[in-house]
């Protein structure tokens, strides 16, 4: 069964371009004009990922992210940007909401497609990621250092971890901060920046450092690495 992609852009023939790109490709494309008329179809046909342009009447693409982002079953939904706003600051307001990739118009739909398929298959990593029922606060044990330095498996440290513990692992293991400890546990719940502040009281620049900083220690490049380094690494 092919997968589902919602495009929602007020444009009809960029709609219609993407709409055909992506059939070709063999996804299953739903479409809408609009962010409120996208919402609907977001809870009827729970797709896959959604394309979205931000301006766009009646919801714009931010309130139709950010709207997502507030269901627990959409909280990972891959979700692309295609817009003219290209400034640092909407860009950071994207990611805020939630976002996981821009694409300045105008595009080139080889690109969109090489986008959609790389978050589609980092999506697919994380959801065949093995759930983990270890506590977050707990810390290296013996037979887990053990397994670091045998196989090589990262495992989180704090800086409050057991200095032992930490010099054991310091070579596979990234050294998180409590706060940003705490900062991951909610992105990986699929909290939006904004509303990892809300719940941290913390201000969306603080939050945005701290992403940045996990980004830096984990390796990662988007929001979708970060939740599958968390999984993979307890």
């Known amino acids: 069964m092919p997968l589902t992609i919602l495009v929602a852009d007020d444009d009809f023939a960029t709609r219609l371009s993407i709409a055909d790109y992506l059939e070709i ?11 409120k008329e996208a919402l ?30 507030t269901r627990p079953s ?34 080139e739909l080889q690109e ?4 959609i398929r790389s978050l589609l298959d980092r999506y697919a990593l994380i959801a065949q990621a093995p759930s983990r029922s270890s506590s977050p606060s707990e810390t290296i044990s013996s037979e887990a250092a053990n397994r670091v330095k ?26 998180l901060t409590q706060r940003e400890r705490e900062v991951l546990d909610l992105l990986t719940e699929g909290l939006s920046n904004i509303q990892i502040g809300e719940r941290l009281h913390l201000s969306p ?28 690494h307890h």
């Open 25 to 35: 490709a063999g996804y299953s494309i739903i479409a809408a004009e609009n962010g």
């Open 40 to 69: 609907g179809l977001v809870e009827e046909f729970q797709p896959h990922l959604i394309v979205t342009d931000i301006t766009m009447p009646e919801m714009d693409g931010y309130e139709f992210v950010r709207r997502v982002r």
């Open 74 to 107: 959409f909280r990972l939904l891959p979700v692309i940007f295609l817009t003219e706003r290209t400034s640092t600051e909407e860009r950071i307001r994207g990611y805020q909401m939630g976002c996981d990739n821009f694409l300045a118009k105008p595009f």
């Open 112 to 115: 969109l497609g090489a986008v």
């Open 150 to 175: 045998s196989k090589g498996e990262a495992n989180f440290l704090t800086e409050n971890s057991d200095p032992g513990d930490r010099a054991l692992a310091s070579q596979n293991s990234p050294i």
């Open 205 to 232: 620049r603080t939050v945005e450092k701290h992403v940045s900083s996990l980004f830096r220690k984990t390796e990662s490049n988007n929001r979708a690495e970060l939740v599958r380094f968390a999984m993979e």
